[in-house]
């Protein structure tokens, strides 16, 4: 019955059926080795803002993090996107970073690289160039961030995805990697905000953020 605790002893096995279903839906489940990718968050935008905020997602209990967005628009066409690290409220954002995407064009035969290495001033690692605002497209991506919340080393990341550069006009196979320039110490990755160069992010039904952390037991 509800608010009954049933303990069984030390020592003690408590032996469930084949075939039997243990129904925990809406129950907190504590104690249990829960290993693989355990969902943290999902931020939505569903209204145009001036960055999409995925604020407190790292944290000490993960050490490495699996992100995957979908349907990151601009409403500015042809413009940049980028993200950045802060911390857990994302009242400092880092801006020292280096990295390097390749963009490789799915009807034209071509490829571009991009690259930045800077101490400090970056705009952010960017994530899509000269970005299509059309909701057909979209940034759709997973990434995974390696050791975000530790003190005594950068933030490093590296994943792929798709995006849709207007200039070149072409679908994207996308690749990227790097990390940030300055020491976690004085700015811990906590967090995550999503801007465009120019502009709004665009509101969309179909734009969200999730967050996982990487379970080791």
Not at 129 to 155: A, I, K, R
Not at 166 to 187: C, E, H, I, Q
């Amino acid at each position: 019955d509800s608010g009954d605790t049933f303990t069984v002893p030390s020592g003690a096995t408590l032996d469930i059926a084949s075939g039997a279903t243990i129904d925990a839906t809406g129950a907190t489940i504590t104690g249990f080795p829960q290993g693989g990718l355990q969902h943290i968050t999902t931020v939505t935008n569903t209204s145009d803002a001036s960055s999409i905020d995925i604020a407190g997602c790292f944290t000490s209990t993960y050490k490495n993090y699996h992100v995957v967005m979908n349907n990151v628009t601009p409403v500015t066409d042809t413009t940049h996107i980028y993200l950045n690290f802060g911390n857990s409220d994302l009242s400092t954002i880092e801006d020292g970073y280096q990295w390097i995407i390749g963009m490789f064009s799915a009807s034209a035969g071509a490829e571009n690289f991009y690259y930045e290495n800077v101490s400090s001033g970056s705009s952010g690692i960017r994530l899509a160039t000269d970005m299509s605002n059309d909701l057909l497209y979209g940034v759709n991506m997973s990434f995974d961030v390696y050791n975000p919340y530790g003190d005594t080393t950068y933030t490093a990341f590296s994943g792929s995805g798709q995006t849709f550069n207007n200039s070149g006009n072409w679908g994207n196979m996308y690749l990227f990697s790097g990390s940030t320039r300055a020491a976690d110490s004085s700015v811990r990755s906590e967090s995550m905000r999503i801007t465009a160069q120019s502009g709004n992010m665009d509101g969309n039904t179909l734009c969200s953020v999730s967050v996982y952390g990487y379970a080791e037991s």
